[in-house]
């Protein structure tokens, strides 16, 4: 089975520009789950959606926005770009069923925000 | 609000040493707990998990942890550590009511193992 995987793997953007990363979950897996993976902050959670609705919401300025399409693939998108939202974006994917499933990840975006 | 709590931030080993890394979580409901590793240059992996049952859980390549509720706590250990296991370990919590989607990480423990 392939694994979750994430386009692009790098991006260099400027301040004020906006971003769009992609996640593409395991075949099977309902349940989308984003992360933020800084040095200072650690892994924060940003949001996870579950059959095209966010089910899950972490404590990110609206800028951060994500969306499901129905064949559970997940964009995730940042606007108006700040030097401190520079991090590693990871994607994560369940079975989404209830919380009997372990969380998947992908091997993230690299962001970088000049 | 929620959180956890990794006791060490970079743990020094010697190779067949024995290892414990601490974890503790604050919240006051019912949670699944997960052990994930990133090896360097590569994506977070499962170490093991605890939904419920029996305490004591094993996972990969020797690892274990102990849920112990009434501390809040869910540590890692291994009985002697190789030099392929130097890495980055993530303790993390799932509140059940967030049905899995979220987990809430600890900051990471930098394992480093000597040849």
Same mark, same amino acid.
Request: hydrophobic share 30%; with cysteine.
């Given at each position: ?114 | ?55 004591? =859980?094993?996972? @990969? ?6 849920? $112990? ?8 250990? !291994? %009985? ?12 993390? =919590?799932?509140? @059940? ?6 987990? $809430? ?8 193992? !000597? %040849?």
């Amino acid at each position: 089975k392939a694994g979750v995987t994430q386009t692009p793997r790098y991006l260099i953007k400027t301040r004020g520009q906006q971003v769009t990363l992609s996640c593409s979950p395991i075949s099977g897996h309902r349940s989308v789950s984003w992360y933020q993976q800084t040095p200072g902050q650690g892994l924060q959670f940003l949001f996870e959606y579950f059959s095209e609705t966010q089910r899950n919401k972490g404590n990110f300025p609206g800028r951060f926005s994500g969306r499901q399409f129905s064949n559970s693939r997940s964009e995730m998108n940042v606007s108006t770009l700040e030097l401190g939202d520079s991090a590693l974006y990871l994607c994560a994917s369940s079975l989404g069923d209830r919380g009997l499933s372990e969380q998947f990840f992908g091997p993230g975006t690299r962001l970088t925000v000049l | 609000a929620q959180s956890v709590s990794q006791h060490n931030h970079h743990v020094i080993l010697s190779e067949a040493a024995s290892l414990e890394l601490g974890c503790n979580y604050s919240y006051g409901g019912t949670v699944n707990l997960f052990w994930y590793v990133q090896y360097p240059g590569q994506h977070l992996q499962l170490l093991l998990k605890y939904f419920s049952g029996d305490p004591l =859980v094993k996972g @990969i390549k020797g690892f274990e942890a102990e849920f $112990i509720k009434s501390k809040f706590s869910f540590n890692l250990r !291994k %009985p002697s550590v190789q030099w392929s296991d130097t890495a980055e370990y993530f303790c993390a =919590v799932s509140p @059940i009511y967030n049905q899995g989607g979220k987990l $809430i990480f600890g900051q990471g423990t930098e394992l480093s193992v !000597k %040849p």
